[in-house]
């Protein structure tokens, strides 16, 4: 492997650690911080393994840049990978440098492994079990399967989006003749029989506990496919992909069709930015996964265009602008770079912008909990309308000595309200879930992040809820929701 692979892939490790303690938390960071000190085989909303990556970082203390250490990681290795797909494509020293620079700053994959959630894992697994697989058909090295089996299962018990995957592979096999042999030998199956040995626990929890994904995939769907995101979906894989990596990635896609041996693959990712297109526009990233292979493919297209130009500088130094400016321009939308207070200034910001304020809203709360106590009426716990906002509770109430925080929202519901009181309840944007069961709703105030951030929680609405009409635990199915 070349040295720049190497270099390019711990430069971006650096960059990611480097302002992985910037801003904040961002919300499925402080809720897997709840739900690792609830260890279970699955949740409402995922698979277990992300979660106990999370309870890790106890190792290094709480705080954002412990969180992250892992996904940066996973970044890094994801670009070697992708180096090693170019070669595996056919790609020289220079489409296996051109891979790695690709995937290190299309701006989705930089964003993806900023967070501590299951993205940066179910990237790695894509990559991995991509790689396997293709090793095996084009390398004719069947035990390659039993690798792409590990991933997988080790993929699936982190996210359940790796089921596509492997779907499409099996459906882009089946239908190119190059490799549909393959399917009638015993290393496919074995493969297959090693993830679903792997992904066995998280199955049969999903089993016992009514199959809740099916609840959560159908929210989803319901929740993504506005006209709006149908409009926005096309257009925002471009913009994700950034300059350089929509260039490379289309050259790839074309690349990957021409190829006979590697059709297979140009199926598999195809199908998959059509299932996503479709089904759930709202979901941008979901199509993060065959952004290595699609890259590396573009990568030995580009240095072949390169190798047969007249002016090859000149081509190289195109790539390079593409890189540049690409980066120059996107990279405070999807990292934080910027200095907290100009982040309104950036465009497209939501998801790193959503790391910002969580402090102050426990603040907020605080504020509107000693008034009460002031007032003779000291509120006995705190209902919130999303998991977000209560794993911030969770996380900065503890200084102001707040009541217990709950929630309806998936796993939060699940863990139910304990101890905790209903007689007096402060919640924070869930007025609509809770009136129904209290003689009396009122707003006290209204929350927004500081630094004039625009994200997704703004406007919250913080309130008092009196005179329940029964107890937390005669409620609480009624408080369910999954999205």
Known sequence: MPVAVWVIAAGYVVLELAVSGRYGFQQDE???????????????DQPPLAVLLTRTTDLFGVNPTAIRILPALAGGIVIVLSAR???????????????ALAVAITPILLGAMHIGNTTPYDLLAWTVVTLCVATALLRSRPRWWLGAG?????????????????????????????????LASRWPWFGGVIALLIWLPNLVWQFANGWPQLTMASALHAENTSTADYLAGLPLQFLYAGLLGTVVGIAGLVALWRSTQLRF??????????????????????????????????????????????????RRLALGALAVVGTVVLLPSVLP?????????????????????????????????????????????????????????????????????????????????????????????????????????????????????????NDLPIGVCTGPTASWKALWPKLRHYD
């Not at 797909?85 to 891979?99: E, N, P, Q, T």
């Not at 590990?150 to 190119?176: C, H, K, P, S």
């Not at 290595?292 to 580009?302: C, E, R, T």
Request: positive net charge.
């Open 85 to 99: 797909l170019a070669a595996l494509f056919g790609g020289r020293r220079g489409a296996r440098v051109i891979a």
């Open 265 to 314: 693959l140009a199926v598999a990712a195809s199908i998959i930015l059509v299932y996503v297109l479709a089904w759930v526009p709202g979901k941008v990233y979901y199509v993060d996964g065959v952004l290595p292979v699609l890259l590396a493919a573009g990568a030995v297209s580009a240095e072949r265009r390169i190798s047969r130009a007249r002016r090859p500088r000149r």
């Open 150 to 182: 590990i991933a997988a299962g080790i993929g699936i018990n982190d996210e359940y989006l790796i089921l596509t995957l492997l779907a499409t592979l099996v459906i882009g096999i089946a239908l190119t003749s190059a490799h549909r042999g393959v």
């Open 337 to 457: 770079v910027l200095p907290v207070a100009q982040l309104h200034t950036a465009t497209n910001a939501t998801s790193i912008a959503d790391g910002v304020g969580w402090p102050q809203l426990a603040d907020a709360v605080a504020a509107q909990d000693k008034s009460l106590t002031r007032a003779g009426h000291p509120p006995t716990s705190i209902f919130t309308g999303a998991f977000a906002e209560a794993g911030a509770l969770r996380m900065y109430g503890a200084k102001h000595n707040l009541p217990p925080a709950i929630s309806g929202h998936n796993a939060f519901w699940t863990w139910g309200p304990g101890d905790a009181a209903d007689t007096t309840v402060l919640y924070v944007d869930a007025a609509d879930q809770l009136r129904p069961y209290f003689a009396s709703c009122r707003r006290l105030s209204v929350y927004n992040p500081p630094y004039q951030i625009k994200n997704d929680w």
């Open 30 to 44: 402080l809720y897997f911080l709840v739900a690792s000190h609830h260890l279970a085989f699955g949740y409402v």
